[in-house]
């Protein structure tokens, strides 16, 4: 079966300091790969996306990036934090027909102080 | 322009009754794709029901259905009978579908909090 592995589930990092979270799927091949971000009680903001190895759309420029190194493995990352990269992460993944839900992992709460 | 729009921040229903969420949405494709995801206070996201643009007969799941208006762009979720377990965000989304390549990615409106009072 498909699964979804998102880590860390908590996280709080200092204003300046890096950022790399990690999110690896299984059960299933060439998925496509996202990246969201939650503000406290608000919406789903698409970070980054991506179809194939080495494809990332970019969908808001800010102070992040994202990688995908292996057909399964998703990474944010970010050099420097800002006290505005706060939030919910939510690492999700989609097949390609259109009628396929997507499957989200667990989430990190991010807290930068 | 916002691809997803959900105009109601929060609404309450008496448990037993049923609630319907609005979602209109934007899109100048034939080809499209209409989710309805939940979010409890644990964060996780929950699958709850999908209607294709092509589909006549309105999507259901369970106490969980839509209305859907193609014409109006709209699709309405629909709870019955509403329990206490209800108590979440929900999240209206689409995909649609790019005419060469594959599909868009999944756009989410704010969200509509929903709380079911006893």
């Known amino acids: 079966s498909q699964t979804i592995h998102q880590w860390p589930a908590t996280l709080v990092q200092p204003v300046g300091s890096p950022l790399s979270l990690e999110c690896t799927v299984e059960g299933t091949s060439n998925p496509n790969l996202y990246w969201y971000r939650q503000a406290a009680g608000r919406g789903l903001q698409l970070l980054f996306y991506s179809v194939g190895i080495g494809q990332i759309s970019s969908e808001v420029p800010q102070n992040l990036s994202a990688s995908r190194p292996q057909d399964r493995q998703f990474i944010l990352s970010s050099k420097k934090l800002l006290l505005s990269d706060s939030g919910f992460y939510l690492c999700?993944?989609?097949?390609?027909?259109?009628?396929?839900?997507?499957?989200f992992g667990q989430g990190t709460r991010l807290t930068v102080v | 322009a916002q691809k997803i729009t959900q105009t109601q921040p929060g609404m309450f229903v008496q448990e037993k009754e049923a609630v319907t969420l609005d979602c209109t949405y934007d899109t100048s494709d034939q080809s499209y794709g209409l989710f309805w995801y939940k979010q409890p206070s644990s964060g996780e996201m929950i699958f709850l029901i999908y209607q294709g643009s092509y589909d006549e007969q309105n999507a259901t799941e369970g106490r969980y259905s839509l209305n859907f208006q193609k014409a109006r762009k709209s699709a309405n979720l629909v709870i019955s009978a509403s329990q206490l377990g209800d108590s979440a965000m929900y999240f209206c989304?689409?995909?649609?579908?790019?005419?060469?390549?594959?599909?868009?990615?999944?756009?989410f409106g704010k969200g509509t909090r929903l709380s079911v009072i006893a």
């Open positions: 989304a689409m995909r649609e579908r790019l005419r060469n390549s594959g599909n868009t990615p999944l756009v």
């Open positions: 999700a993944w989609t097949t390609r027909p259109l009628n396929t839900e997507a499957f």
